[in-house]
């Protein structure tokens, strides 16, 4: 079970590293052939319906993550306001009109649809093991790309004053 997990967050982070490899290779081809700085329609489509599927997982989870528990789910939903915010702006960033028009609102129905899931289905603990270890590859390689500054303009003690806000976030949690 452990190693099925584990292969499962390699497989989210996988997927996210290919959708943000397609989208720098669908840029510089548009750069090139059509003076566009964007990536193609179909790069955004994949790469909104892989971030609906994050947020939904999000939604799905997040039941199961705060185990029912007023202030879990309030940590839960400031941890992870953060991170879609994060996401937002890069995504925005990366799509800008196509993002505005209809991925911002696709992604925050997903959220939505992930919760209602959750409570219209029964779900088992094989379940949860497999959505959460996808989810916590995608999130690893997420952050790793998007909210960790570059090597040049990083600052090792404010990254590690944030872990130390997460671990306490977290240990509220658990």
Known sequence: ?????????????AIFYGIDKLNVKSQDKNEKEENRTRPSHRVFTLHILAFALYN????????????????????????????????????H?????LYTKAGRWI?????FLGWLLTQLTQSNELIIAFAASFLIGGVILNIMNNELPDHKNNNFPSFIGG??????????IL
Not at 56 to 69: F, K
Not at 93 to 97: D, F, I, K, Q, S
């Open 163 to 172: 872990l130390l806000i997460i671990v306490i976030l977290l240990q509220t």
């Open 93 to 97: 960033l990366t799509h800008e009109e």
């Open 107 to 111: 992604l925050a129905v997903s959220v």
């Open 1 to 13: 079970m452990d190693f099925a997990a584990y292969l499962i967050a390699l497989f989210g982070i």
């Open 56 to 91: 939904g997982l999000i939604g799905y989870l997040l039941p199961e993550l705060s185990g029912g528990n007023i202030p879990a789910y309030i940590v839960y939903l400031i941890v992870f306001s953060f991170h879609f915010i994060a996401n937002n702006q890069v995504l």
